[in-house]
């Protein structure tokens, strides 16, 4: 298949013949992938089994992991779920549009593989201005994985995108690199307390300062549970080489390169500018700083596609806190890591 590729300036989009094409193909029940302020999207017609089937096609997607759904506007909610809880009204004016993804029960006009067979359904509007104006200007409801390849690291470029996918969509649009970096925060709102089933570019934290208390999917900390997010048992966000996630001070992450170089494996470390600087290692990758990881947040899936398996055979990662945004970097770091080495 020929793939569109359309660069878009953001301040150019209500003038965009780009994305009128690209919504052409939208209606045409073809995919489309599109930056968001999280990661690049892969959308098609949520309404469309059809449309949606090549999502999934194009991905390599397991069928029994749902997609979220993508609108314009907060007034377009009603019009696929059976209600709004006054709890997930407060969340949809405080972070709407936002990287929020509400999981309410749905009322049977979303395509039955968008949700895959489930009674729920997940919906964001996403605070970008190409995103946005392509769902206005295709007038569909669009339901939109991350437009990578099933198990490698999220897109946050045009270029992540179309190395994945060229040739397998209809259409790129490039609107730059991503802003958040990490997905969206997808939140059960269907029970009293809302539970976190993904942590993402929204926090706990703030979540709790708008709603009180706010559960985390157990799941989400034990390894044996069956997590309720059906995508979150899946491979994911894996690079080339193996990560070993590495838990402890400089000293230890030193001992560990020396001591896999002994043994005869090429190291990449993929670490903050702080430990950078305390580390000798053949390849060193920098992923932002402790002291930001905003910005670690922004860097992780560019980084980790950044590592070759022709120049590494194993990748050595630094442990961050698990605070803030922390929480999101960790939960994916922890998943697209193939063993922790531990103090
Ligand atoms: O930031 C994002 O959320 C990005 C951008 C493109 O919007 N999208 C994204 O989609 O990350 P995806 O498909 O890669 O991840 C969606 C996650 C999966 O873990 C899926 O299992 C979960 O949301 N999910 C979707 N619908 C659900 C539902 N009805 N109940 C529980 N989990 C659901
Ligand atoms: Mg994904």
Same mark, same amino acid.
Not at 1 to 12: C, G, K, L, R
Not at 23 to 31: D, E, F, K, S
Not at 110 to 113: L, P, Q, R, V
Not at 139 to 143: E, F, R, S, V, Y
């Given at each position: 298949? +020929? @793939?569109? &590729?359309?660069?878009?300036?953001?301040?150019?989009v209500? /003038?965009s013949q780009?994305?009128?094409?690209a #919504?052409?193909?939208?209606?045409?029940?073809?995919?489309v992938?599109?930056?968001? +302020? @999280?990661v &690049?999207?892969?959308?098609a017609?949520a309404?469309?089994? /059809?449309?949606?089937?090549?999502?999934?096609? #194009?991905?390599?997607?397991p069928?029994?992991?749902?997609l979220i759904?993508h609108?314009?506007?907060?007034e377009?909610?009603k019009?696929?779920?059976?209600?709004?809880?006054?709890h997930?009204?407060?969340l949809?004016e405080?972070?709407?549009?936002?990287p929020l993804t509400?999981?309410?029960e749905?009322?049977g006009t979303?395509?039955?593989?968008v949700?895959a067979?489930?009674s729920?359904?997940?919906?964001r509007?996403?605070?970008?201005?190409?995103?946005?104006r392509?769902?206005e200007?295709s007038?569909?409801?669009?339901?939109a994985?991350s437009a990578n390849?099933?198990g490698?690291?999220s897109?946050t470029t045009?270029k992540?995108?179309?190395d994945?996918?060229n040739?397998r969509?209809a259409?790129?649009v490039?609107?730059?690199?991503?802003?958040?970096?990490?997905?969206?925060?997808?939140l059960?709102?269907t029970?009293d307390?809302?539970v976190?089933l993904?942590?993402g570019g929204?926090?706990?934290e703030e979540l709790?300062e708008?709603?009180g208390?706010?559960?985390?999917?157990?799941?989400?900390?034990?390894?044996g549970?069956k997590?309720?997010?059906?995508?979150?048992?899946y491979?994911?966000?894996e690079p080339?080489a193996p990560?070993w996630?590495?838990?402890?001070d400089?000293a230890?992450?030193?001992?560990?390169?020396?001591?896999?170089?002994?043994?005869?494996?090429?190291v990449?470390v993929?670490v903050s500018?702080?430990l950078?600087t305390?580390l000798?290692?053949?390849?060193i990758?920098?992923c932002?700083s402790q002291?930001d990881?905003?910005?670690?947040?922004?860097?992780?899936?560019?980084t980790?596609?950044?590592f070759?398996?022709?120049?590494?055979d194993?990748?050595?990662?630094?442990?961050?806190?698990?605070q803030?945004?922390?929480?999101?970097v960790m939960?994916?770091?922890?998943?697209?890591s193939?063993?922790?080495v531990?103090?």
């Open positions: 298949m +020929e @793939t569109n &590729y359309w660069q878009i300036d953001q301040q150019q209500g /003038q780009a994305i009128e094409q #919504a052409a193909l939208l209606q045409q029940q073809q995919v992938a599109f930056p968001t +302020e @999280t &690049y999207g892969l959308g017609d309404t469309s089994k /059809q449309a949606v089937d090549k999502i999934f096609q #194009a991905k390599g997607r069928a029994d992991n749902p759904v609108i314009a506007n907060r377009q909610i019009e696929y779920v059976t209600s709004i809880p006054a997930a009204e407060k949809i405080a972070f709407m549009p936002g509400v999981i309410l749905h009322n979303i395509a039955k593989n949700t067979g489930l729920t359904v997940g919906i509007m996403p605070d970008h201005p190409v995103a946005r392509l769902i200007v007038g569909l409801p669009l339901a994985p390849q099933s490698k690291p897109p045009a992540h995108v179309y994945d996918l040739g969509v259409g790129i490039d609107g730059g690199p991503t802003g958040v970096g990490v997905e969206s925060t997808v059960d709102c029970q307390i809302p976190i993904r942590p929204i926090t706990k709790e708008v709603l208390t706010v559960m985390l999917d157990p799941a989400l900390a034990k390894t549970d997590p309720r997010a059906p995508g979150m048992k491979t994911h966000y080339e990560l996630l590495v838990k402890g400089a230890f992450f030193q001992a560990k390169i020396d001591q896999y170089r002994e043994q005869g494996y090429k990449g993929m500018k702080e950078a305390q000798q290692a053949e390849t990758k920098v932002g002291a990881l905003t910005q670690v947040a922004v860097q992780l899936y560019d980790l596609r950044a070759k398996i022709s120049d590494v194993i990748i050595l990662c630094e442990s961050f806190p698990e803030g945004v922390g929480q999101a939960n994916r770091l922890t998943k697209a193939s063993r922790i531990r103090n």
